[in-house]
């Protein structure tokens, strides 16, 4: 779609690099087999054995947020009520590579693909649970251990408003009519231009490919906590609207707690704003299957009981 995407990557990380680089610094390791498994916008991700997955930033922007993950995730594990990947190797930058990686046990699961309402509905209480204790962690601790105040300006509902309209300009050839009026509908009948400031650590970077599910489509694993920072707690309420269907949000909110509108408001935008991103970028990289996930996203985001 463009020659210069967010997502471009700075530095490619092959098979072979990845094997060497584990090998070499963790050689107790060096019988396991090594498979490519993913990558997101930040890191290529491998599986080694069947025990530990180990993530290398692809962007130069990813090597601090890798940094802080490997402080701040153990702090955590207190506060942290669904699986996530526990830091156990701390890999360091050489001649071949010139970035930290980490090595994380694995967390068993699939992405939340094509499940049903009911499944969905099924993790609304353990969702909320979870967020409710991440969000309890002090954020001063945070801060004091090196995790920044998000910098995505979320509470300039105005500017992120017209950057979804830009959005929507780019996607307008690539989608149907009735997405299209859908998403431009609800961008109009977003009034208000700013909201109140509040302070909670945050997830930063709750979709789709950051979430995990067992066979019966339950919610088993939060991977992929880069993007760990200070902010508004809408930003990761954003999974009421974007994971789950319009009657599980009353059980979510009852679990999480109380919410106030500003709130409500942030974390819908976000429900349709993060998809809007992976469209694009699926569209870019002819992902059919990325790019209906997130046009099911934004639908079930905008629909109401």
Known sequence: MTNSNPWDADWEVSEPLARALIFAQFPQLSSMPIKLIGYGWDNV???????????????????????????LLPMLAAFLTIPYPKPVFYGEPNNDYPFPFLGYTY??????????????????????????????????????????????????????????????????????????????????????????????????????????????????????????????PGADLNVAYSFLPPQARQPFFHAYGEVDEETKILARMMAVYIPMLLWMQAIDHDDEEVAEEARMTIRRALADE
Do not use: C
Request: charged fraction near 25%.
């Open 107 to 232: 967390v068993l699961g699939t992405f939340p693909k094509g499940l049903t309402d009911e499944q969905r509905a099924s993790s609304a209480v353990a969702l909320a649970t979870f967020l409710k204790s991440l969000h309890a962690f002090p954020p001063q601790r945070a801060r004091e251990n090196g995790i920044e105040l998000d910098h995505r300006n979320l509470l300039d509902i105005a500017q992120r408003k017209e950057k979804m309209q830009t959005f929507l300009s780019t996607l307008a050839v690539h989608i149907s009519e009735e997405d299209r009026d859908a998403i431009a509908n609800y961008l109009g009948q977003v009034v208000i231009d700013r909201i109140s400031p509040r302070e909670v650590v945050l997830h930063g970077d709750l979709h789709v490919k950051n979430m995990l599910v067992d066979e019966a489509g339950h919610i088993s694993g939060i991977i992929d906590w880069g993007d760990l920072n200070v902010g508004h």
């Open 45 to 71: 991700v491998f599986r080694v054995g069947a025990e530990y997955v180990f993530r290398f930033p692809r962007r130069n922007v990813a090597v601090e947020l890798i940094k802080k993950e490997g402080v």
